[in-house]
């Protein structure tokens, strides 16, 4: 089943909170994402569902193994599309959202040509300091 964006956010934010925490819960969710309590736990809920998020009787979430495969693409969208709009001269608060909104869009095609016209640059410029 295709996950909507929102899904999709969840999954990311949920992949970056465990990077900081072993505990995730759905409170660390919803002040992440901004979002109210019963907004999170019908995500959750559903997320949990269809096979995206393992929910323990503590209350803490877990990414199954297609959960985490989805939420590390987006982090890797979001990540890469931010450089790529720093390079370009956007500040960072812009270049973030933006990136944000691009990541849930981006063809697999846009987004390998990107990443890799980033990687490009990235080693020209290594090259040319001599590392």
Known sequence: MAIHESGQMYLETIYILSQ?????RAIDVGA????TKPSV?????ILKKDGYVNVDADGAITLTETGLAIAKTMYTRHTVLSQMLMELGVDE??????????E???????????QAHLEQVTKMREDAHGQ
């Open 20 to 24: 900081n925490s072993a505990f995730v």
């Open 32 to 35: 992440q994402l901004g979002f």
């Open 41 to 45: 736990s019908r995500a959750m809920s």
């Open 93 to 102: 608060e812009t270049a973030t959202e933006d990136a944000c909104r691009i």
């Open 104 to 114: 849930h869009v981006i063809s697999e095609k846009s987004f390998a040509a990107v």
